[in-house]
């Protein structure tokens, strides 16, 4: 009896703890591509959507060259809109046609723009043999030097370099020239002499220098443009473009360098700290880098502070007003986790930015007063120099 009992007690036993009903298997989660995640932030946080700068802005790097009349209406509206008093081209060119730039900026919108001219490595040599380039023949550094007097002549306000200059242009052997070959010294040394500085494009971001692989953080801009990778044998390594660079910078004490692009380092503040306290010559503009510096705003605070008088504020392009916000709230506002790019694919990386909340007196410097002081030629309209 005692038996049969047992054996009922562990038959119900086993019962109890079996599950009534087995749940409902619940869809497995579609897969997604990478270009096709558009997750929706639920994070309620205070925003600043700022429409203008608070202060009256010198943009020192935009590109209106290619712009028809009208495009260049809108440009200034835009710049109108949004508080932009002059905007720097960069895209000067040398001789009479620099004369038709000016002459179209000074009677469709006086006061408005300066010009950057470009060196013309080219002249009259054959596009597919670099070796017939005006680069590669003896006395270019001395006759650009002089081109670039006769540009600032005719009032142009500095000289653009490109990262042409190390990353494209080549010798008659098909090697690429170097960043700090002294075939241009004779140019650095007369900007210097005639007081312009010098915006230099050198490098690209350090991404680009690095295998388009799993772990590159701008994986997907770099399978949408290859072209941009700039890894592997046939190029130099990034830092070695910086140092290049740097050697130039240090060779010509007295000319004023303006590096782009927050000098191309963005990525490590820490780094080019050193190199502004090494130069003194040395200024940076933080243009197409919003994006790397808002996502570290602990640490770009501390730089703009610390090196308030070494910024200047630049954009790229010719940016609409809606590329402009993002600017101005990263600049002047403390807000949290927002876009910095209106495009659903941002060119950057796939993450959001913080704003610096930089006091008056910083955002005078970054936004126009740096720039009145290092640009010759340059007035913003209610400010003295």
């Not at 900026?105 to 080219?122: C, S, W």
């Not at 090697?175 to 007369?190: A, E, G």
């Not at 008088?309 to 609409?320: A, Y």
Request: proline share 8%; with cysteine; aromatic share 10%.
């Amino acid at each position: 009896m005692r038996h049969a009992l047992l054996v009922i007690g562990m038959i119900v036993f086993a019962h109890s703890h079996l599950p009534a009903e087995e749940p409902a298997a619940k869809p497995k989660t579609k897969r997604l591509y990478l270009d096709e995640f558009r997750p929706k932030s639920q994070l309620k946080a205070p925003q600043h959507i700022l429409k203008r700068a608070k202060f009256p802005c010198v943009n020192v790097h935009t590109h209106p060259g290619k712009l028809s009349e009208k495009e260049l209406d809108e440009m200034v509206a835009a710049m109108d809109a949004s508080n932009i008093a002059v905007s720097v081209s960069l895209d000067g060119k040398m001789g009479s046609k620099l004369s038709e730039q000016l002459e179209l900026y000074r009677r469709r919108h006086p006061g408005r723009f300066v010009i950057f001219v470009r060196m013309d490595y080219r002249g009259d040599g054959e596009e597919d043999k670099p070796e017939t380039w005006a680069v590669n023949q003896p006395g270019f550094g001395l006759r650009m030097a002089d081109g670039l007097s006769d540009a600032v002549k005719r009032g142009a306000s500095g000289l653009k370099l490109t990262k042409m200059l190390g990353l494209y242009l080549r010798g008659p052997d098909g090697k690429l020239l170097k960043v700090d070959d002294p075939r241009f010294d004779p140019v650095w040394q007369r900007a210097g002499e005639l007081g312009v500085p010098v915006l230099w494009h050198a490098s690209d971001p350090i991404a680009f220098f690095q295998k388009t692989d799993e772990y590159n953080e701008r994986w997907e801009e770099l399978y949408r443009h290859p072209e941009w990778s700039f890894y592997g044998e046939e190029f130099p390594a990034h830092q070695d473009v910086i140092d290049a660079r740097n050697r130039v910078i240090a060779r010509h004490p007295q000319t004023t360098f303006i590096c782009a692009h927050m000098a191309d380092i963005p990525e490590d503040l820490a780094k080019l700290g050193t190199y502004l306290d090494r130069y003194p010559n040395m200024m940076v503009e933080i243009a197409a880098r919003v994006a790397e510096l808002g996502r570290q705003p602990y640490t770009a605070r501390k730089f703009f502070l610390k090196y308030s008088d070494r910024i200047l504020f630049g954009t790229d392009g010719v940016p609409p007003v809606s590329e402009l916000i993002p600017h101005w709230r990263f600049l002047e506002t403390w807000d949290e986790d927002f876009p910095y790019e209106d495009n659903p694919f941002p060119p950057q990386g796939f993450w959001n930015i913080y704003g610096l909340g930089l006091p008056d007196d910083v955002l005078r410097k970054v936004y126009y007063e740096n720039a009145l002081r290092i640009i010759p030629g340059l007035k913003v309209p209610g400010v003295e120099k």
